[in-house]
């Protein structure tokens, strides 16, 4: 078993995909984007997209791997996606450019604008109507049998945990044009406030501020 904190690259695997891994494992034995694999029937019925909304604009501002952007453009979405580590980009963009040339998918695949940064820095400075500004933070790492997924563990090592959420949930607060949503596991405390609603789906919540809800105006006085 890989430890945690363990080296992360990047690289091509034996079917020509990009895909991350920890150092020193046989090649195909890390994780790529493919998003043949994810179906979108019913899509817009999924906690995740009724939390943002339904159809609007969208920032990931902790993309990933894109499996929420995905589902969120596949809701028909218009979805900025924001990831800081740039091994991870890597692989995301890979996946999206392959669906891109799908037929099947371009059309999903054009509602994502990737975009590599902090989303702490970026957020000021993005202009426009947001309908929903989403928040992924990293969880704690867990122990035992009762591992993340191996994509997750991975992201985490590539990227770090998340010790500036706060910092992210102030720039969202200041930027945010319509609502915040916030991914939670289910039984952890919401950040900062509670939210102005809640959507629960069979493995995590959405905590959801409104922008003219009492969470929300709680959250900017906290976070300002």
């Known amino acids: ?16 995909r990009m895909e991350l891994a920890w150092d020193g494992d046989r090649l195909g034995l890390g994780v790529c984007v493919d998003f043949r694999r994810v179906a979108l029937r ?11 909304g339904g159809r609007g604009r969208v920032v990931d501002a902790t993309a990933g791997l894109g499996g929420d952007s ?3 453009a596949g809701a028909g979405c218009e979805v900025l996606a924001i990831e800081r580590s740039p091994l991870v980009l890597r692989v995301l963009a890979d996946g999206l450019q392959r669906a891109s040339a799908d037929e099947r998918l371009s059309t999903v695949a054009a509602r994502i604008d990737l975009r590599e940064g902090n989303a702490t820095e970026l957020l000021p400075t993005i202009a426009g109507e947001w309908s929903a500004i989403y928040l992924d933070p ?6 035992g049998h009762a591992l993340a ?9 590539a990227v770090g945990d998340d010790a500036d959420a706060d910092a992210l949930l102030r720039a969202a607060a200041a930027t945010a044009t319509g609502r915040i949503v916030v991914k939670r596991p289910h039984g952890a405390p919401s950040l900062v406030c509670p939210p102005d609603a809640q959507f629960e789906s069979k493995l995590v919540r959405y905590d959801v501020y409104l922008r003219a809800g ?3 105006r709680t959250l900017r006085d906290r976070t300002a």
């Open 1 to 16: 078993m890989v430890s945690v904190g363990a080296t992360v690259v990047s690289r091509i695997d034996p079917d020509g």
């Open 70 to 72: 995905w589902l969120l």
């Open 42 to 52: 019913g899509v817009a019925k999924l906690a995740l997209v009724r939390a943002c």
């Open 138 to 143: 990293m969880y704690p790492a867990k122990r």
């Open 214 to 216: 009492r969470g929300f």
């Open 149 to 157: 997924p191996k994509s997750i563990r991975m992201v985490r090592d």
